[in-house]
């Protein structure tokens, strides 16, 4: 079973931050958090990764909590090609992805 | 730079039948996953491969078997298929023991139809 917790759906404004929640309660102190998504009929594709500070990079902002049980991926300004599946995973940096059921982003004119 | 590969991009194969889908990975990468996805799911892991041997193994029968080659290049095959093996088989790639190790770059997918 996936060890993270997202909501199944959230619509968001284009060009506003669109704030994708994750809960990773039972996450262990070697497990990052990393996360990919998944444009229709395309393979998932990396965003951003995470152990314990908040990182930024081109694509999106990670807030992980002090705690490490939770973290917000922010997509600063969206768009309509944001509009996707969102998987927020916990792993070592070298293990298997393992997947749940992710968020779907759809972003609305 | 070429990303990673994938071939067939479909295939319909009948119940009983074996499949064998192949993988290029990313130029410069050491290092192929394989996942699963079935419709409406997230990717399930079924194995790695790293230095052509199986580093790691999901939870899947052993008539999912891989292979990597001196190349990198990997194949998935399976035996005996089940109408429930018809899924999206997802190839990813990535550099191990570097910095980047993190970073798996997913090919667009084999889908496949049992029927």
């Known amino acids: 079973d996936a060890k993270t917790t997202q909501p199944p759906s959230m619509d968001c404004a284009e060009g506003r931050a669109a704030n994708l929640p994750c809960n990773h309660s039972t996450i262990s102190g070697n497990e990052y958090v990393y996360w990919y998504r998944q444009i229709h009929s395309q393979g998932p594709q990396y965003i951003i990764h995470g152990l314990k500070n908040n990182e930024t990079n081109e694509m999106a902002s990670l807030i992980i909590t002090e705690d490490r049980k939770s973290s917000t991926l922010i997509l600063p300004h969206a768009t309509l090609r944001d509009t996707a599946v969102y998987y927020c995973?916990?792993?070592?940096?070298?293990?298997?992805?393992?997947f749940g059921a992710g968020t779907q982003v759809v972003v609305t004119p | 730079d070429a990303g990673v590969t994938q071939s067939p991009t479909h295939l319909i194969k009948t119940r009983g039948q074996q499949v064998t889908l192949r993988c290029s990975p990313k130029s410069g990468h050491d290092t192929v996953s394989w996942y699963q996805q079935a419709l409406g799911q997230g990717p399930q892991f079924i194995f790695q491969?790293?230095?052509?041997?199986?580093?790691q193994r999901g939870n899947f029968p052993d008539r999912f078997s891989g292979h990597q080659f001196p190349n990198y290049s990997s194949e998935l095959n399976v035996n005996a298929l089940l109408l429930g093996d018809s899924a999206l088989y997802l190839c990813?790639?990535?550099?191990?023991?570097?910095?980047?190790?993190?970073?798996?770059?997913f090919g667009p997918g084999t889908r496949l139809t049992v029927t």
């Open positions: 990813a790639s990535s550099l191990l023991e570097t910095d980047r190790s993190y970073e798996q770059y």
């Open positions: 995973i916990v792993s070592p940096s070298w293990g298997k992805l393992q």
């Open positions: 491969y790293y230095e052509e041997e199986e580093r």
